[in-house]
Nanobody
Framework: QVQLVESGGGLVQPGGSLKLSCAVS????????MGWYRQAPGKQRELVAR???????GYVDSVKGRFTISRDNAKNTVYLQMNSLKPEDTAVYYC?????????????????WGQGTQVTVSS
């Protein structure tokens, strides 16, 4: 059974930075593409960044140049470095194993989500 534990969220001022972490268990982590999702109040969950098994990355346009996804296969952990944060980045952030591409409908390998981590960007 896959387990996803997100952490690192918090309250930050506009222009600030945060680094999110997601510890993954129950799968052979190094063999899985990983993704970071977010869901803002009243909005649908969206895939904002993904990283392949060989390290290739992709981002939704709204975060390009500001967010960086990375992975540490030795620690079974995926990260999301978020810089130049904006109020519109406020959301609950989740990680998961994506089956769909950025911009498409949210489809994940397993049907469960972690608890997520809240990111609030406000002055």
């Amino acid at each position: 059974q896959v387990q996803l534990v997100e952490s690192g969220g918090g309250l930050v001022q506009p222009g600030g930075s945060l680094k999110l972490s997601c510890a993954v268990s129950g799968v052979i982590f190094s063999r899985e593409t990983m993704g970071w999702y977010r869901q803002a109040p009243g909005k649908q969950r969206e895939l904002v960044a993904r990283i392949g098994t060989a390290g290739s990355t992709g981002y939704v346009d709204s975060v390009k140049g500001r967010f960086t996804i990375s992975r540490d296969n030795a620690k079974n952990t995926v990260y999301l470095q978020m810089n130049s944060l904006k109020p519109e980045d406020t959301a609950v952030y989740y990680c998961n194993i994506p089956l769909s591409e950025i911009g498409g409908p949210v489809q994940i390998l397993f049907g469960s989500w972690g608890q997520g981590t809240q990111v609030t960007v406000s002055s």
